[in-house]
């Protein structure tokens, strides 16, 4: 488990995770690659120092951060989408409140194979993206969806 340090802060006695993960690494790259590209054009351009800035902060923020600073994991009782590096966000969505799970990908994410599983909950508003709670840029969302599923349908038995 990458990430044990902070499901022991986060998780009840006896909770188990069934399932975890965190961005994608290719999505990573693709982001990091295109990022290094970006800086290398505006080093050309005269602006040195601000293409180099990109280059550094692409590199950092791609290859290591992103992956760092977000953590989901599938319990044997909800969803928990932790995130932050400096500062830290928990949401914690039970199974019995999930009302749609949707799979979207852009461009990038479809060469990468991966992309965001979005969740609805009870109360929310299909329409409404500020009711729904975005997992993005994980590896294989089409594979997540039916772990997710899976769990789900086992913790109602």
Do not use: H
């Amino acid at each position: 488990m990458e990430y044990k340090n902070i499901w022991k802060k986060v998780l009840i006695s006896g909770e188990q995770v069934r399932y975890e993960f965190s961005v994608s690494k290719a999505y990573n790259m693709a982001c990091m690659i295109l990022g290094c590209v970006g800086g290398i054009a505006i080093v050309f351009t005269s602006a040195y120092a601000v293409g180099v800035l990109v280059v550094l902060s692409s590199i950092f923020y791609f290859g290591w951060l992103a992956r760092k600073s977000n953590a989901y994991a599938f319990t044997d009782k909800k969803v928990v989408i932790y995130r932050g590096w400096i500062s830290s966000e928990l949401l914690e969505i039970e199974y019995d409140e999930i009302t749609e799970v949707l799979v979207t990908q852009n461009v990038i994410e479809r060469m990468t194979n991966s992309g965001d599983l979005v969740i609805n909950t009870a109360g929310g508003d299909a329409e409404n993206i500020e009711d729904k709670q975005k997992i993005e840029n994980i590896d294989d969302p089409f594979e997540a969806k039916k772990k997710l599923d899976e769990i789900r349908e086992s913790s109602k038995k």
